[in-house]
């Protein structure tokens, strides 16, 4: 289905709440990793919101933040590299096709490679959210999700 795009977890949920999401769609909440949030956020209230607007056996949600044993639904979570380290996740587009093969355990983004690579040249790493402190240099330390979320 198409890619509803979010930079953080409260504007996804105030799009579900407000009826912005409709079946069929796949929810993307990026910088929400180890390096973006920082310290990789759970997802459990984008997926309760989903399943309380009665959407959860028609949206998926995919995130580089994580979710707990409490989620339903399709979420697709600690996506790697995350957005805030440049990976994938981050070039992804409102309205791009999503392909997502659950019994395969495969994820696809349904743009040419040529189109990829543009966005990829194009690609600004927004500032961090936090940018002083402990939290700071977390963020500008530590590894992926799926490298253990560690510093380095």
Known sequence: GPARVFDCEEDAIHAILTHAVHPGEAVFIRYEGPKGGPGMREMLNPTSAIAGMGLDKDVALITDGRFS????????GHVSPEAASGGPI?????GDTIEIDIPNASIH???SDEELAARKAAYVQPEPNIKTGWLARYARLVTSANLGAVLK
Do not use: D, N, T
């Open 90 to 94: 981050g070039l992804v587009k409102e």
């Open 69 to 76: 044993g409490a989620s339903r639904g399709a979420a697709i």
């Open 109 to 111: 983004l349904a743009v």
